[in-house]
């Protein structure tokens, strides 16, 4: 027997036990390799500074998954080549991976602890199957000749080999595949469709125009699928609304609950909220501005009486996320909401459906929730939010930021008057007012667009004339409400967000 065979019988005898726990775990709940991709999370993920929360982004959470496939084929190769003079090691190696396919099912709060534990069993007694026989075909024959007892050449042993390993190939990626096509069809987006939402009983209106339209400018109210997406969650959570309910609890004098149905027979509030990630790098996408359907808080809040003391507000995700902020965000007369609706539909189920937070002017990690199971009334100085101990700042308001959407970094655009624009944010105080600086030229006004109100971004836009040819840079710093200006001092996202003013270098033609 080769090395090389050894190495492929102890691949695939991975990939038949990742496949049984696949299909064991296709049903409405995570997959054994999102278990285990949310442990890494949780556990490894976070304390390196450089994968910070804006790692968890939807490419990312591919790449993490195609990761964890790989690096188990790899050591099931390793696996295979040991097992080829001892086999028990390839044995003890496969039921260790079971161990650890059980620990990281068992952590997570979303997966069905009978089909983690199911799956593994089956998935590790397949697996040894997969190897034990792999490894007796491979070994049939290497010996240069053919022997009385083994009469097959080593070309036809070898043959024999390749077919049965191609056949235990292809029966791992058929399992897998229908682990797929089940898992697909267990998503409840049918139900989701059928959801009626209520109206609003009261609404603050979009504009209905804009004084200027530019190319490639944000739009004013940002659509679904162009809403960025950041969590921890490796698996979106799909709560089923007929038993999912809302509880709100701590110190509260009467503690209650709410199922879905109840909720929705709440007074409503539609209105656009611009919602951002603390991981926004200066001049980054991780914000919008979406027209959000909820209740407001402070009535959710006013049932249960909050009592005396109760400074924080802690929202917890069906997933175990959690975010805190002070009490007084719910009560200080901004908008602060229990979502259920987004842009006029049910509220996406990776945005957090049946009902998420969205408070104005906090940064997303600190207030915004999705797939919200409980709020808690408790004191900051008892508990600390999923990112604080992870090196993010506990008071996180949203920052006075600019950016330019056009003309992008590279751009190349034809000699005369220059359109510049982009987008300004500083909730819920509101920009009044958008400068930009060409070629560290005097800062000149942009014109401003129309506003729901002072939660929401602005469109801003200005023009210029550039009759040189070459490069030139546009600088844009905004100025809040309350007179106060956007800081140059550059920082990075951690802990409380990023500062600078965002630039843009172009060329004139
Ligand atoms: N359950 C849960 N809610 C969460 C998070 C999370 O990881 N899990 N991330 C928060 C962060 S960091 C941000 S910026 C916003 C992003 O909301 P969005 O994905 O709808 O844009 O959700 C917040 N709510
Ligand atoms: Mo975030």
Known sequence: MTDTRARVAGALAAAMALMVTELATAGSGPSMIDSIGSQFI?????????????????????????????????????????ARRRPQVGVAGIAAFGVLGIAAGLADPLASTVRVV????????????????????????????????????????????????????????VGAGAARVVRAGATGASRLASIVLPRAAKTVAVPATQPFTVAGLSDYLTPIDDFYRIDTALFVPRVNESTWRLEVKGLVDRPYSLSYDQLLRMDMVEEPITLSCVSNEIGGDLVGNARWLGVPLADVLARAGVKRGADQIVGRSVDGFTAGFPTEAATDGRSALVVVGMNGEVLPQRHGFPARLVVAGLYGYVSATKWLESIELTRLADFDGYWIPRGWSKIAPVKITSRIDVPRLGDRVAAGQVVIAGVAWAPPTGISGVEISVDDGPWTAARLGNVASSNTWVQWTAGVDLTTKGRHEVLVRA???????????????????????????????
């Open 118 to 173: 199911a799956g593994c069993v089956i998935g590790v007694a397949i697996g040894v199957f997969t190897l034990t026989t792999l490894l007796r075909a491979a070994a049939k024959n290497t010996a240069p000749t053919a022997t009385a007892e083994d009469p097959r050449t080593p070309q036809a042993s070898r043959r024999s080999f390749l077919m049965l390993a191609s056949a235990t190939g292809a029966v791992a990626v």
């Open 42 to 82: 949780v556990r490894f993920a976070e304390p390196v500074e450089a994968l910070a929360i804006a790692v968890f982004g939807t490419n990312d959470k591919l790449a993490l998954k195609a990761g964890i496939v790989i690096v188990a084929l790899l050591i099931g190769a390793a696996l295979g080549r040991a």
């Open 479 to 509: 100025t809040d409400a309350n007179g106060r200006r956007q800081t140059a001092e550059e920082a990075s996202p951690r802990p409380d967000g990023a500062t600078g003013y965002h630039r843009s270098v172009f060329t004139v033609t």
